[in-house]
């Protein structure tokens, strides 16, 4: 019977032996990384959403238990990319944990995963706002690398990406806006690169509306002569909101006699604004109302009176809330430092992923699309 007993007893300080191996936070983010890896690939619907809340509640233990769980997830990230055919969706989450969350130097690493997912694989067709978040969050990094695969995925896909604290979905267009223009102009180089692809033109040109510039302007004018109405119409919109004034006189120099249809009725409602496009018409464009009403009328600002402005708008992300764009424009900074500032600041903007911040990003980009008709 003692005998028994002992045995008994020591088959339970087994099982609690192993009970406790099991309970390590080690053992048991090494546990859920394996259950990652055991995932089937989802089809897109309730399968994919149910496989991202569980692949969320890993997030979570991951981020609560960050000092044990980073040196497991560094590891097990860097033996994954040795393999053949690693798991995608243990380069998506534990790369963007690692971007996120990690440290400054998890950075290279989470590179790595994040170039080393198949853009025609699996995580693009389930997890297209996963990625969405991991490309934005990787993409200030500038890292050229990541062009095909935002080529691939969100240029020529449809994500959406739905905010759910902010009650609003980015659209497509703004989810490639949002990524190409943190690169700035290496993205608009980029971009016109694209123009001559029929499957992306329009989209291209939506997307410089945003963050091209008169760089652009040799590139897009051969597309005023295109049959297509649409392609017509968004080359004239890119020329009138970021062509400055190299835009205004390609659609003064351009011939609309051969157009037809909505062409020709879209180039006869813009014609008429290109007689007032100088910056003295412009700038009155960046004051919502008469001062008398809403506002007191716009300061002069000069140059140091100017960079604290330009500060306060860095500091909020580009939030226009309590600032008269206007007093930008008049400011006695030169134009040329007020647009490579506003540039900077648009870049920051875009780090926030709201409908407001769009609004603000449009207002930016009037801002230095006006500026660029002033003298100095």
Not at 56 to 65: E, S, V
Not at 130 to 138: E, I
Not at 270 to 285: I, K, N, S, W
């Amino acid at each position: 019977m003692a005998v028994l007993k002992r045995a008994v007893a020591a088959a339970m300080l087994a099982v609690a032996a192993v009970s406790s191996v099991a309970a390590t936070p080690e053992q048991e983010a090494l546990d859920r990384l394996a259950r990652m890896r055991a995932m089937p690939a989802a089809s897109a619907g309730q399968e994919a959403q149910q496989q991202r809340r569980d692949l969320d509640a890993a997030w979570r233990w991951f981020g609560n238990n960050r000092t044990a769980a980073l040196p497991v997830l560094r590891r097990e990230l860097a033996a994954e990319l040795k393999k053949p055919r690693p798991s995608q969706l243990v380069l998506l989450d534990v790369g963007y944990f690692l971007r996120a969350l990690g440290e400054p130097p998890d950075r290279a690493l989470s590179m790595q995963a994040l170039l080393a997912i198949d853009p025609a694989g699996i995580v693009p067709q389930t997890q297209g706002q996963q990625l969405f978040r991991f490309v934005h969050a990787s993409a200030a990094d500038r890292d050229p690398r990541l062009f095909p695969l935002i080529d691939k995925v969100f240029l020529r896909g449809d994500v959406t990406v739905l905010v759910p604290q902010h009650g609003y979905t980015v659209d497509a267009t703004s989810v490639c806006i949002y990524l190409y223009g943190q690169f700035g102009a290496r993205a608009e180089q980029h971009l016109r690169g694209l123009l001559n692809d029929r499957a992306v033109v329009n989209r291209v040109l939506e997307v410089l509306m945003w963050v091209g510039s008169p760089d652009s302007v040799p590139a897009v004018a051969p597309l005023l002569d295109s049959a297509d109405a649409d392609t017509f119409a968004r080359a004239a919109t890119f020329m009138l909101r970021a062509g400055g004034p190299q835009g205004r006189d390609a659609l003064l120099a351009f011939d609309p006699r051969k157009l037809q249809g909505k062409a020709r009725q879209f180039y006869m409602q813009t014609r008429p604004q290109l007689a007032g496009m100088r910056f003295d018409t412009l700038v009155q464009q960046l004051s919502d109302s008469p001062p008398s009403e809403k506002a007191p009328a716009p300061r002069r600002l000069d140059d140091a009176a100017a960079r604290q402005l330009l500060s306060s708008l860095f500091a909020s992300y580009g939030s226009y809330e309590g600032i008269q764009p206007i007093e930008l424009a008049l400011a006695a900074m030169p134009a040329p430092q007020l647009i490579d500032e506003l540039l900077r600041l648009r870049e920051r903007s875009l780090l926030r992923i709201s409908g407001e911040a769009l609004a603000d990003i449009d207002t930016t980009n009037t801002l230095i699309n006006t500026l660029r008709f002033r003298d100095n």
